[in-house]
């Protein structure tokens, strides 16, 4: 039997696909880092239901820094040269401040056509697609042309350290020949697919001076005015020399923001002597994030500060992988699969970055990031819904049919 688009509904099951969801959120896959006890228990319970199911998983622990087991479980159904992988993540948040949720976040509550709990939508809704999407495939019988892999991966919240960071560099599991969609990045409608990242720079700046009376500035060195200049003309300098647009992007330029800053002096009439201030940079792939780098090092050397002394300290730091093209074999299977199943047009579009594309990316595989749900990760009250899951498990099914 062939999957047609009238029949692919009929071979999943809706019920189950909640009941399983649910169930998962009462497992939690809290981080140790985050106080929770890792995936293992979760990961068991999924390898369970997939070894149930007649497939056969192989499973890759890493031990983390706590001497903890970090599960990530690999099927591969069909015996073609390639496969097409769907990544999804196990683990989720901690559940954050309990009096904000209306319900217990380990308890599933099925409300409205919602799920209600903790990883219900970040990534437990792509998950389940996923899972069930791939079973469909199976019952059909029909012979894909393209081997469908499922990859279920551990530590994604808390940097994929025990993750797809380490899977991608299994011999052998994956290659350059496959095809790689991360379900976990959304949009209420479905309507976008993330295909770039920008770079991301977060720095801190540390102005030293002379406190003194406010009466008699002139005897201190106000690190605020210092700060102050400093900031007016980096902001004029950074958005001047990098001022390049990329469309795909939203927002289409590179963003230079000054954020937070710590707390200074306690009265009015004191000149602080020390001032602490955060750069929030997102930066486009065209640049070099290194060079932004030194720009801005250099600047801070500017005689026009001193006496006053300027440190920067990195706060974090990661250049932009290669962006997947749009011309990309998996965005336009996508975008086909989409037009088909739910008949509009998927806009691909570039952002703040940070799911397990990266690595993939990183490795030069084009990597398509996708999934339909509002965003409410890592908020209390989070919820899957269940015409989304079901849709989007419609989609993938739709990736492997027979043309
Ligand atoms: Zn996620």
Known sequence: MTTTRKNIGELLDTKEMVDTLSKMIAIKAISPKSGGAGEMERAQFLRSILERWGFEVKEYDYTDSDGVKRPNLVVKYGDNDRTLWLVPH???????????WKTDPFTATIRDGKIYGRGSMDDGQSLVSALYALRALKDSGSNPPINFGLAIVADEELGSVYGIEKLVEEKGLFSSSDMFMVPDWSTSDGSKVEVAEK?????????????VHASTPDDGVNALRVAIKFFYRLDNLLHEKYSARDPIFEPSVSTFEMTKHEKNVDSVNIVPGKEV???????????DINQVLRDIEEFSKSPEF????????IEEKNAAPQATPVSAEIVKLLRGTVKEYRGFELKPVGIGGGTCATFFRRKGFPTAVWFTGDDVAHQPNEYASIENMVNDAKVFLGLFRQK
């Open 306 to 313: 001193s006496p006053a002394k300027i440190t920067i300290d």
């Open 90 to 100: 196990m683990d989720t948040v901690a559940a954050g401040d309990l009096e904000a």
């Open 277 to 287: 201030f955060y750069l929030d940079s997102r930066i486009l792939p065209c640049y």
């Open 199 to 211: 770079s991301v720079l977060w720095l801190k700046f540390t102005f030293e001076g002379k406190q």
